[in-house]
Nanobody, 127 residues
Framework: QVQLVESGGGLVQAGGSLRLSCAASDPNDDTITMGWFRQAPGAGREFVAAATWSGGSVRYADSVRGRFTISSAYTQNTVYLQMNTLKPEDTAVYYC????????????????????WGQGTQVTVSS
């Protein structure tokens, strides 16, 4: 099973930017779709963004569309989440997830469609 390691979290002021990275090990895992989810204190985990390695299918949560961008570097087995114009409500632990299924549309938002998860990286946005 693929191992996922997130990095790039930290403390930033509102309006600032951060770029998260997710390095995926085990190229034999046949991962097709990568996703980002987040969990704020006292809240459930929610979908943020997802994309297939090919870039043919991309989806964003309404709350981040236009501010966040998901991208991937297939040869480095790494997926990124560029986060701009950050808001205090973006404060959360951000998790990377991998799926062996080609996902598109609303199924990209369903956590059970992902078989492997990282440990998460904390993002804190101060007002």
């Amino acid at each position: 099973q693929v191992q996922l390691v997130e990095s790039g979290g930290g403390l930033v002021q509102a309006g600032g930017s951060l770029r998260l990275s997710c390095a995926a090990s085990d190229p034999n895992d046949d991962t097709i779709t990568m996703g980002w989810f987040r969990q704020a204190p006292g809240a459930g985990r929610e979908f943020v963004a997802a994309a297939t390695w090919s870039g043919g299918s991309v989806r964003y949560a309404d709350s981040v569309r236009g501010r966040f961008t998901i991208s991937s570097a297939y040869t480095q087995n790494t997926v990124y989440l560029q986060m701009n114009t950050l808001k205090p409500e973006d404060t959360a632990v951000y998790y990377c997830a991998a799926s062996r299924t080609f996902l598109g549309g609303q199924p990209m938002e369903i956590m059970s469609n992902y078989h492997s998860w990282g440990q998460g990286t904390q993002v804190t946005v101060s007002s």
